[in-house]
């Protein structure tokens, strides 16, 4: 699932092509994708294109008068710019937008069509769809901490439950505890305040790192391969190869669709994580799903 690092390297190579530009015509190829008819998404054409923000790990686009149009990728949901009127492919294609100096595509490679797409009115109508995760690259410590200790979660589902954490996901929470040193199933409550501020400095070096790598990477162009395993990566992708610190046989632990990479020998004090004591104590910790957990709509109370 495109998260922080790869909805803003979206945003950063969008910004020129789209921002003030009119959205000339949507063709959608899907009609599983738009789930809001109010307004209707012929509303949204020939409107120009006033701003662009990332809303958790949704991208939105900012419309003239007062519109906008959320886009939720959700795991398998891709983006990229061909030339002005070019067709969505095959199977996989399931809208375009049209713009005078090219043409957004949205594609999806999974049977299971989870992508969404939704018109709003509104700063109301947008807040909606916020989770409400905190911004950790715009938080202190003191946020971070009374957001993290605000609910009774491992480590590994505080950080990727987006009512807690905006855009941080399966890939880069595992890079996050893995470079402050942490179990992932550690549980939220029995942190120390030195592990605290490991868990807060890493997480904001490594959103901010990979977001200046995949910008880097990208240059003018256009981001093709976004991709949750990367090389570069310390442990996520990386069953049983060597951690980049300390040699050991990076490990996983999987239950139902999520799993968690990490090395034993830096984060877990040597000790294998089972994968059976690891679903019990996940049993009620975790969705059964990744499209699950981000399909849960934002705690309101």
Not at 6 to 23: F, K, M, Q, S, T
Not at 35 to 49: D, F, M, W, Y
Not at 227 to 237: D, K, L, Q
Request: charged share 30%.
């Amino acid at each position: 699932m495109p998260e922080l690092p790869d909805i803003e390297n979206y945003l950063r190579a969008l910004e020129p092509r789209v921002l003030g530009a009119p959205l000339e015509k949507v063709r959608l190829r899907s009609p599983f994708l738009l789930r809001s008819v109010t307004p209707p998404l012929s509303e949204a054409e020939g409107r120009s294109v006033t701003g662009l923000r990332r809303l958790g790990k949704r991208i939105v686009f900012a419309l003239a008068g007062d519109l906008f149009l959320v886009l939720h990728l959700m795991i398998a949901g891709r983006l990229r710019w061909r030339k002005r009127g070019a067709k969505p492919p095959g199977r996989m294609g399931l809208a375009a937008f049209d713009f005078p100096g090219g043409t957004l595509i949205l594609t999806e490679a999974s049977k299971k069509k989870r992508a969404s797409l939704h018109l709003v009115e509104g700063e109301d109508g947008l807040a909606v769809h916020d989770p409400r995760g905190l911004e950790v690259l715009e938080s202190d410590l003191a946020a971070f901490a009374a957001r993290l200790r605000s609910r009774s979660h491992t480590l590994k589902r505080a950080l990727t439950d987006p009512r807690l954490f905006s855009g941080i996901g399966n890939a880069y929470s595992d890079e996050i505890l893995h470079r402050a040193g942490l179990s992932p199933i550690k549980l939220t409550g029995k942190i120390g305040d030195d592990e605290l501020d490991a868990l807060y400095t890493a997480a904001r070096e490594v959103l901010t790192d990979w977001t200046d790598r995949l910008a880097a990477e990208t240059g003018d162009g256009f981001p093709e391969k976004v991709t949750a395993f990367r090389e570069g990566m310390a442990v996520h992708g990386r069953y049983r190869k060597p951690c980049p610190v300390c040699g050991s046989p990076v490990q996983r632990i999987v239950y139902a669709a999520n799993e968690a990479n990490y090395c034993a020998g830096c984060q877990t004090g040597g000790r294998i994580l089972a994968d059976r004591a690891l679903s019990r104590l996940l049993k009620d910790d975790w969705p059964r799903t990744l499209e699950e957990l981000e399909e849960e709509l934002p705690d309101r109370a």
